[in-house]
């Protein structure tokens, strides 16, 4: 067995019983045992703004001194490494973040390799090293692919996880409401779609859903009427009822009636607009339904494609309309390299101070630059929602969705 082989595979046995404060240490250890001086985990933060060390603090008191032993006091656990934040903007850490490249500095010393799950941006790893070679390099990138994938066995069920990617309190409809999404970013070779929940620690009704089965991406967009805890819940009784009908062979007009009925049912002052849909992988078949919502943008060679995807809308979901006609399916033929932007009224509606309108024009030709720029669909949206964020005061909840369909 290679080195490499060995030094990975007794990493990945000894995490199974630890938690996540004991990740940094070993993480640590097993750059050391590969040839590095030292290596650290940063996390991003929910907002992606910044990058946090993962740092295990070193008690305060000595450790109990066993009789006829030395007086030593206790050691800090993990990697002596700097240990305040890095901005994503303007750092060679957030380059490597914003592009998914290793990044090393000039003195050929200091590495970032990015951390991935999947498609999903999680971190980088700070590593260092008197000089890197290319083999060398490369044991990094397999050392940064497996922190990732402890930091994220542990990131369901650990504090010190959750601690590190959050930089404020969190309200409980937002609690409820991050706790129902997926991942921000899922794909494959074919196909990559991502989607970003803006304000990220008050969000109350938006919430979005997207997942991979069979060949097909499955996407729902939703809005529940208001901003409060009883928002959060109609969101997330409609994302549960969603996935339920999915999974039990449901159409996507089958998905709006279940909804309907269940918000009716159970949450009866609640309204919810939503756009419902899914990818056929293959062959680019784009069909969706949309209850009341602002219709999906077709971004097609850099341009949206005029009223492409613009059809009448359902009435809002939550109305109790029994025995009415269910939604109609709306179909389109995707191209390769075709992006669809999905997006909740609360961005279009965000205000300069001046009063002016964010507007669907802006928020197209946002996108479209940034794609322009070279940028993969995680980083156009974050770099729109830092934008707003630095322009615009958001009124209401706002997400989007980006899909790009990309068959190999």
């Known amino acids: 067995m290679r080195n490499e082989d060995a030094v990975l595979s007794a990493l990945l046995a000894s995490s199974n019983r630890v938690t996540a404060a004991d990740i940094p240490a070993l993480i640590d250890e097993a750059g050391r045992k590969l040839g590095l001086s030292g290596a650290q985990v940063y996390l991003a933060d929910l907002q992606q703004a910044r990058l946090t060390p993962m740092v295990h603090p070193a008690p305060e008191t000595p450790s109990p001194i066993e009789p006829n032993e030395p007086n030593e006091t206790s050691k800090p656990i993990g990697p002596s490494e700097p240990s305040e934040p890095i901005q994503i903007e303007g750092s060679m850490a957030g380059l490597a973040y914003r592009t998914q490249r290793t990044q090393r500095s000039r003195d050929d010393c200091t590495a970032w390799v990015p951390m991935i799950d ?93 997942s991979l089965g069979d060949g097909v991406l499955h996407l729902a967009l939703l809005d529940a009427m208001g901003h409060d805890l009883a928002s959060g819940g109609a969101s997330a009784v409609a994302l549960g009822a969603s996935r339920a009908t999915r999974r039990a062979g449901g159409t996507l007009a089958d998905i709006a009636t279940t909804i309907d009925t269940t918000l009716s049912e159970w949450i009866p002052d609640r309204l ?27 971004i097609r060679e850099g341009h949206v494609v005029p009223q492409a995807m613009e059809f009448p809308a359902y009435l809002p979901l939550g109305l109790g309309l029994g025995q009415a006609a269910a939604p109609d399916e709306h179909h389109i033929r995707l191209q390769p390299g075709d992006r669809v932007l999905l997006y909740s009224d609360g961005v279009t509606e965000a205000r300069t101070s001046d009063g002016s309108l964010f507007g669907e024009q802006r928020l197209a030709d946002s996108v479209i630059r940034s794609m322009a720029s070279g940028n993969a669909p995680p980083e156009t949206l974050r770099r729109l929602v830092r934008n707003l964020h630095e322009h615009h005061r958001l009124h209401d909840d706002a997400t989007i969705m980006l899909v790009r369909w990309h068959p190999h």
């Open 272 to 298: 919810l607009t939503a756009v419902i849909a899914r990818l056929d992988i293959a062959t680019g078949q784009f069909t969706w339904i949309n209850c009341g919502h602002p219709p999906p943008l077709l």
């Open 118 to 210: 999947g498609v999903e941006r999680v971190g980088v790893l700070r590593v260092t090293a008197p000089c890197f070679e290319d083999a060398l390099l490369e044991s990094c990138a397999a050392l940064s692919g497996l922190a990732t994938l402890l930091v994220m066995a542990k990131s369901s069920h650990d504090e010190l996880v959750v601690d590190r990617t959050r930089s404020r309190t969190m309200t409980t409809q937002a609690e409820l409401l991050w706790a129902f999404v997926p991942p921000r970013t899922i794909g494959t070779d074919d196909v990559t779609s991502t989607a970003i929940l803006e304000p990220a620690y008050e969000a109350g009704g938006d919430a979005f859903d997207h």
